[in-house]
Every structure is written in C-alpha cells, then in structure tokens.
C-alpha cells in the first residue's frame, strides 16, 4: 500500500467542503428556490460512447443535468454518442443551439471538448473524469473548462478491504478485477481496490491475493473499450478461471459482460459495482451484487449546473472525495447480515482515517 502524497495538481486547491460547483450566464431575470436565474440560460450535456443507459458515468451525468433542468424550470439539450467519431459534431451541434453550459461525460472527450472551448471562449464548459489537459503540462487546456474528478481510489479502497474480508471468511482468499480502456479514472478504482486488500492481509494476518491488476507495475487485465461484448465477457472469464470469489468490473457497460460470465461458470461469484449503487441500477442482479464503489456524478452535474444558471461560473477544479461525498462505498444490501462480524465498523473506522489524513491512499491514477 502506497502511504505518500501526490504532489497537488497546479493551481488546484483541494477543498474539503461539500460539493460546490460553478457555472456561467448573463443577466438574471427569472427566481427559482430564492436564486437568481439566468432567463437565457442554456445547459447542455454530451455523453460518452456508452450512451444514457449504461447504468454508470453517462446515466448518472444525465440524471444530475435532468433534475437541475427540472427544478430550474428550463429546458436541456443532451447529445448521445454511439462512438468516437460522435464527439466533435456533437459539440459543434450544441454550440450552434446556443448553448451557454456545456458538460461532456467522460476521459474520451477530452480533445474534442478542449478544441470546442478554445474555438467559443465565450461558453462555458465542464468535463467529468479528466483534466482536459492533453499536452500535460499540468494546466487545463482551455481556460473555460472546468474539472470534475473524482478520487475514487478512497472509496475503492474500502470496497478492496470489504472484498478481501470475503473471500477470507469463505475460504477462497482470492479476488479479481479487469477494466474497460486503461485509463486514469479506470486504473484509479483499481489501484484502491488492491491497495485495500493489502491493508486488510496487513491487519489480519492474510494473505488474500488480486487478480487482473498488479498496481506497481500498472499492468492488467482490460477489454480495449468500454463495450459489453464477447471481449469484455471472455476478458472476465479470464479472471473467473483463476478461482476469484469476488469480481470488480471497471468501465461502465462491462459489468453486464462479468455477471454473463459468473452465471456461465455455475459459481458462486460476487459482483462489485462502480459509479452507482448496481444494485439499485440493476435490481435483477441485486442477488450477486455484493458492494458498489460510487461517484457522485449526478450530484456534481446538477451542482455546476444549478451554480451556472445563476452565471457565477467558476473554473476552480472539483475533486470528489470521501470527506466532500464526492465517493462513498454503497450499502451491502442483503449481504450485510452476512459480512464478517465487525467489518461494518472496521470500514468506518478506515473511512475516518482516510478522512483525517492518517490513512493516504495514493494512486498515480489519483487527481
């Protein structure tokens, strides 16, 4: 387990207040819930690749834009992109509806959103997942795009610990993950989830082993994208066959590809979860779903967004932590009455820790 500190991205303070984001507008004259409402306000939204209904990062965007667009009274454009080639005509055709806020979903529209600010300085943009910094200098390419990150790895790493305590209690002291593209925002949940496990063979005395990740050497198993076909499937197939007990599936649509695979192999195998609660998303594999690591995307959607509308837009970078409730491990659902005595109160405690500072999980993933 990695105990040092990442030197702080530049210019970047990391607050440790509640969820707090900023957005952009012209003269307010509309009221909603006592705050003052740009009149010509328009948010937009453009998804990833795996679309609104992947059960993950897109889904989660759009739930968080819909439900400020909702509250605000106003309308929403929202651009879906079935691939790579979608990025850049999206966001061109949301410039020409005259957007004033404009989001994108995810690590892969990072050069198509940066060109996009540079080229209409006077939108606003926002991106999930990634820095927009493509020549990595360490700044933002585009001074009117603003970060939403998450650091997953805090969360993951209770999700590891949780996973380790598992596969111990039953024997199997085995657990696995793979991921979509190998990527900071994928590799990051990884890298928690080994270094959690770490800690718990470090408590107790264990020896639980991960497969598909090797967090040192950045090396592991993945799908080369983020659909969920016969190569995400034999890919979790792959981590099945050498015995795990527990799989976390990293990269939104994939997961669906693992429990094909776990119901195939006639195991029992538990499912872990990223970005939402899978249990609640998907409720027909609530019954393998042990625990989920979340992000609070929707909640930092809607929070730029509402913050927008009042046209105070902020390009201070947000990062999502266990402290600000920008991550946080899900419920065990039905599995709690069957986790081991006092794992509950040993993941607190951790979650304390990670909070106060004693506990640093590090990731060269991490923001």
Known sequence: MKTTKKAAFSGVALAA?????????????????????????????????????????NQSAKEGMDRA?????????????????????????????????????GFNLSAATVESALANPEIDYAIID??????????????????????????????????????AQSGVNKVGTF?????PSVAVFMDGFQYGVEKYNEDKGAAVEVVGWDAEAQSGSFTGAFDANDVARQTAQGVLDQGVDVILPVGGPIYTSAAAAIADSGEDVLLMGVDSDLAVKEPDLADIVFVSIEKAIDQAVYDATVTASTGDFDVEPYIGTLENEGVALSSFHDFESQLPEG??????????????????VESENSP
């Open 130 to 167: 990634d820095w927009a910094d493509n020549d990595f200098d360490g700044e933002v390419d585009a001074p009117n795009i603003k970060p939403l990150v998450f650091d997953t790895a805090q969360a993951a790493y209770l999700g590891g610990y949780a996973a380790a305590a598992w596969s």
């Open 343 to 360: 794992l509950v109160d040993e993941l607190a405690t951790l979650q304390e820790q990670i909070v106060s500072g004693d506990i640093v």
């Open 17 to 57: 207040s509640a969820l707090l984001l900023a957005g952009c507008g012209s003269a307010p004259e509309e009221t909603t819930g006592g705050e003052e409402v740009d009149s010509d306000f328009s948010p937009c939204l453009i998804s990833d690749a795996g679309g609104w209904n992947d059960r993950s990062f």
């Open 179 to 183: 991921g979509g593209m190998q990527i």
């Open 69 to 105: 667009a909702e509250e605000l009274g106003i309308d929403v454009t929202e651009m879906e992109s079935t691939s790579a080639n979608d990025y850049a005509p999206n966001l061109e055709e949301l410039v020409a509806q005259g957007c004033s806020l404009i989001i994108s979903v």
